[in-house]
């Protein structure tokens, strides 16, 4: 009698264990939400998760634990996609992010088919530092806006922070090719001073233009709510 006490003990703490592990995987795993659902329903679902782990653990075994998991992973999996394309969907975000992608992808258009090979045809006529600032404009833009779209489009950041953080990745992605530029060159090689100059120049546009956008959009918004 007492070595089947000892062993249903021992199947319960076995149990409970694999029940708190169950919990902390579970916890990770809710980040398939979106946030807002997360907030709302996560603590509800991850308490309801791990009781049912737990009576199922003590009173089944390790099987029925394994039933849990295989029932809830066809769930999150359904449910996740599910509320993410809500999540999308809801309060305009789709058309949102359809009209930036459209947008941009006209700008990136303007300039590679329009600008570009304008500043081509003319450039033997332009002075040096002309060439390079509006070299650097078309060039810095691209990049900018597309380390932008990356930051933004995926939630990752947004408004002042999101064009802070541009600026700073495309601050570092110019030096890094200006510094390849120098090595490939050979010595004596030092970088230009004017595409340096045009490129800070440049820099301080698109990250002025983003700032003016982010800033309206923002205040927009602020008046639609009143």
Not at 8 to 26: H, V
Not at 35 to 48: I, K, P
Not at 183 to 198: D, F, T
Request: hydrophobic residues 55%.
């Amino acid at each position: 009698m007492r070595a089947s006490d000892g062993g249903t003990a021992d199947a319960g703490r076995a149990g409970g264990g694999g029940a708190q592990l169950s919990r902390r995987l579970y916890a990770i795993l809710l980040a398939a939400y979106p946030r807002a659902f997360r907030r709302e329903y996560g603590r509800e679902m991850l308490l309801v998760f791990a009781e049912r782990c737990r009576d199922e653990s003590r009173t089944k075994g390790r099987a029925a634990l394994a039933r849990v998991w295989r029932e809830t992973l066809f769930d999150l999996a359904h449910t996740a996609a599910r509320e993410r394309v809500d999540a999308i969907t809801r309060g305009g975000g789709l058309m949102r992010i359809l009209r930036t992608v459209v947008l941009a992808l006209l700008a990136y258009a303007f300039a590679l088919l329009v600008a570009a090979p304008l500043y081509v045809r003319n450039r033997e006529a332009m002075p040096g530092f002309v060439n390079s600032l509006i070299d650097a404009l078309i060039s810095t833009g691209v990049l900018f806006n597309v380390v932008f779209l990356i930051l933004t489009l995926p939630r990752f950041m947004e408004g002042v922070r999101a064009v802070r953080a541009a600026l700073v990745i495309t601050t570092l992605l110019i030096v890094a090719l200006i510094t390849l530029m120098v090595i490939a060159s050979g010595p004596p090689a030092y970088p230009n001073l004017s595409i340096i100059v045009a490129q800070i120049l440049s820099l301080l546009v698109w990250f002025s233009v983003h700032l003016w956008w982010v800033l309206r959009k923002r205040a927009t918004g602020s008046a639609a709510t009143v």
